[in-house]
């Protein structure tokens, strides 16, 4: 069975936090492969970027994605930069995807200064419109709904997604 929900969406959507409260309500488990991928190799993302390089985390992830999305039925959180792979988009056909759609000002906002956040070297905020503009339609192709997060709370967001998937 492919995950009860796979929440997608940017740096600063609230994927991570929004998925606790979906897996709270629902009493499943949740899992976010950032997380995964820090669990099995024993390093933070940033110093996977630093050390390694974008396409070796690319891998990582791809991989932590593949494993999620096969063994995992609760509440599944991607990685921003997880749809961009064209294997990730056809996995998450066969699962109910909610994009979490932030705009440019309330992602500036939650991310801050972007500190370990590799995508975001240099100008915070010109990087954070380049990965919206370049994402959101990707995000936008795998979704089965969309949520809007700006000036809502997480408990608003997880309610919506509650409503929708119930």
Do not use: C
């Amino acid at each position: 069975m492919p995950p009860r929900v796979v929440l997608v969406g940017p740096m600063g959507a609230g994927k991570t936090t929004v998925a606790g409260l979906l897996g709270d309500a629902w009493d499943v488990p949740v899992r976010d492969t950032d997380a995964d991928i820090v669990a099995s190799t024993g390093r933070e993302i940033s110093d996977i970027f630093v050390e390694s390089g974008e396409d070796a985390f690319r891998e990582l992830e791809g991989a932590a994605v593949t494993a999620a999305l096969a063994e995992h039925e609760g509440v599944l959180a991607l990685g921003g930069g997880a749809v961009m792979r064209e294997s990730t988009r056809e996995l998450l056909a066969e699962a109910p995807v909610v994009f979490l759609r932030v705009g440019l000002t309330d992602a500036v906002k939650r991310v801050g200064l972007g500190v370990g956040r590799p995508m975001l070297l240099g100008n915070v905020r010109s990087r954070i419109k380049t990965l919206l503009d370049e994402r959101t339609p990707v995000y936008e192709s795998v979704a089965t709904h969309v949520v809007e997060t700006d000036n809502r709370t997480p408990d608003e967001v997880a309610a919506e997604i509650l409503e929708l998937l119930a």
